[in-house]
């Protein structure tokens, strides 16, 4: 008998006759003798819905009262779900981020959960109960309601996961797992049966949308045995974010290519290589609240140097503004913007004991013409930032290249 | 500078744009400087949407989750109404049921206040917020959501005038006050002034569907000032329900016509005329749930008696099948039952100090030829039972006979 927190998403829970399969899932595995707690999110569209209803009376709605309307969404789906495993004759409880207690910080759309009352719902689990808990929601230290920002419900599930010490917490989502790199761009994409929790931070961060790096942080430091499976097929087991590289020898050294195209570039050419130029160009842009991906800086040749880095490509004009404003200050010659670029990235623990993985990439895409314009590597990734019309090319060369189409038992 | 609270119920905020008008209502009353609780149902249709979800899943809803599920209806309401209102300007703050809290009984669906911790709200409303509270809807003692039935806004909204001891409590609906008679029925009905709560209580428990009774119960216990106005026209005095019988000079004798087609007659004719005979007939209909409204026996003649009652017309067929089956056992010698029939009342507390109103009454009906089947009186009203096709011809020949139409002031 295991205690197993399932997590399922607004899509999973789009319509009353999904939100029965999701309550027909979970009896079986309540009927195996599991405990679960079932965590929700709102209906897909009804949070959109609530949204817009928010932005007819302001532009910028009120964050304390935002929360306390779009907190509703995962309220209605509790209770549905709730009654939907009553129908099927199991004893269920719903609980709302405010009810369980999930406490959080005041930081309302976007709070971090910093604590959470697991004694109601373990008291519920024992007495047979399947427990239904809001996700996205939690309540602050003087019970305002908040909501944790966008996909917040895979951080709420992996958080009480961590709460009850869950053997496993289940993400159901619309994909059946974590894949070697998006199956729409390399059709030979293979499903992972098991990944490293460091390579889905990775590949979380890279844009790869399966699930949210919050939540996959926090799985992280709580050590919660993390399984993405899909909702709409039955028996699939999906991909398992791992803790252990005791299995290394089974393994790809490469685990998957991550991609985006979220971000821009902008060099700041010709600046004095001086201490300190370093905060003088980005403590302008932090202070606008933008944040900055990779910084590079070349070493400086008589006495200047080049400075670049990315920003989301949301943030890009906002940034090139302030830039120019600073040009003259920091005594820079030039100012250059680029928002036609895609992030490569190489993930996978393998490369750790594993030399030659950057130049096996590198020789790939010069083989293919693509020139590389940004390097930035960590002890598991490589990252490479090139013009994005060649984006869906370097993917599938480095695909290729890491032989990912292959079975890993074959390696 | 009073403290009001202020009810707006489900067509008062079917819209944005409605609620919009909610705000500046509310804002107008602010900028007087008095401090205003707003309490405000769910968006009109939203409560019906919600149960049609439950009841797709389960033909009888479980009631703790039908409460979780139904009560974010207000929840989206006190939110959008918080934003509307600072849209213009204003501090406002939401509050839940759970949030303030209202304490309630366990009775999921149909809860009663036992308690409302007034305090935040207090001190909200020093710090010159607008409180927007949802009616509808408390938390139990272990903090599980619960409704407090159809309706439950306006009890809502007069308990927390009482808990803050406000100077008035404002229910704003779709009608500009209470009438002498439904102006349906009686083109010359007039809007009172004012009404004691006596006979608020009798209007509303006859049919008059302005407020719903509970709330005016409880305004009576707590002696909260209640004023019903329209929420669509601006301006207007409303009626007030007073606790002061003190002007009568300037009162009329009666004070509106009530009337009913809800219910249905039962007799049961030719019983022994014996101690616990009523018990007999009545017991198994209260043991099936069954309210009864009315009750007449007869003097009785020859050992034998006549039993009549009123049930609610939705109750009819069932108690009569009930009373069938008692039929032989209580010697009855037959059971009649009609349910095409309707109540008329004449309601007013000048009545306790006139006599004659009762023969006024008859009179008139009798002039009109029309057959009085039961009457049943109480110290303010006087009820009769007819055939409901003459209902209406009833209520404007009583609404004549007591000049109803003739301001109060000329009486």
Redesign the interface.
């Known amino acids: 008998m295991a205690l197993i927190v399932q997590k399922f998403g607004g899509t999973s829970v789009a319509t009353?006759e999904r939100?029965?399969n999701v309550a027909k899932r979970v009896a079986r595995f309540h009927a195996d003798g599991h405990q679960i707690v079932v965590v929700v999110s709102a209906m897909a569209g009804e949070t959109n819905r609530?949204l817009g209803?928010?932005r007819?009376?302001?532009a910028r709605?009120?964050p304390?009262?935002?929360d306390?309307?779009v907190?509703?969404g995962e309220?209605?789906t509790?209770?549905?779900t709730?009654?939907?495993l009553?129908?099927l004759g199991l004893r269920?409880?719903?609980y709302?981020g405010?009810?369980v207690k999930i406490l959080t910080d005041d930081a309302h759309t976007k709070a971090r959960i910093l604590n959470i009352d697991e004694a109601n719902l373990r008291a519920d689990l024992e007495d047979g109960y399947v427990v239904v808990v809001a996700g996205f929601q939690g309540a602050d230290a003087s019970?305002?309601?908040t909501t944790l920002g966008r996909g917040g419900s895979d951080t709420t599930a992996v958080a009480i996961a961590a709460a009850l010490k869950a053997d496993e917490c289940q993400i159901y989502t619309d994909v059946d797992g974590v894949y070697t790199t998006d199956p729409r761009i390399v059709e030979e994409a293979r499903r992972l049966k098991t990944i490293t929790f460091e390579e889905m931070l990775e590949m979380a961060s890279l844009g790869s949308k399966v699930l949210q790096i919050r939540s996959v942080e926090f799985a992280g430091k709580y050590r919660v045995p993390l399984r993405v499976l899909s909702s709409f097929e039955e028996g699939g087991e999906g991909t398992l974010i791992t803790f252990e590289e005791g299995t290394m020898m089974e393994r790809a050294i490469i685990s998957g290519i991550a991609f985006n195209k979220d971000e821009a570039k902008i060099t700041v050419l010709g600046v004095p290589d001086r201490p300190g130029i370093a905060y003088q160009i980005l403590g302008p842009v932090a202070d606008a609240n933008i944040d900055v991906d990779m910084i590079i800086q070349n070493v400086g040749v008589d006495g200047l140097t080049d400075f670049s880095f990315t920003v989301h490509r949301g943030d890009f004009h906002k940034a090139m503004e302030i830039l120019q404003q600073v040009q003259s200050h920091i005594c820079a010659r030039e100012v250059l913007g680029d928002d036609k670029i895609a992030k490569v990235s190489v993930v996978g623990v393998g490369m750790r004991s594993h030399v030659g993985i950057a130049s096996t990439a590198f020789r790939a895409l010069a083989e293919e013409g693509i020139n590389i314009q940004m390097i930035s590597t960590s002890e598991i990734k490589i990252s490479v930032v090139i013009d994005e019309k060649y984006m869906e090319l370097a993917v599938r060369v480095l695909h290729k290249v890491f032989e990912l189409d292959q079975p890993a038992e074959s390696v």
């Open positions: 009353l939100i029965k609530l209803l928010a007819e009376l302001q709605p009120d304390r009262e935002l306390v309307l907190s509703t309220q209605v509790i209770a549905l709730a009654m939907a009553t129908e269920a409880r719903s709302t405010t009810q019970n305002n309601i």
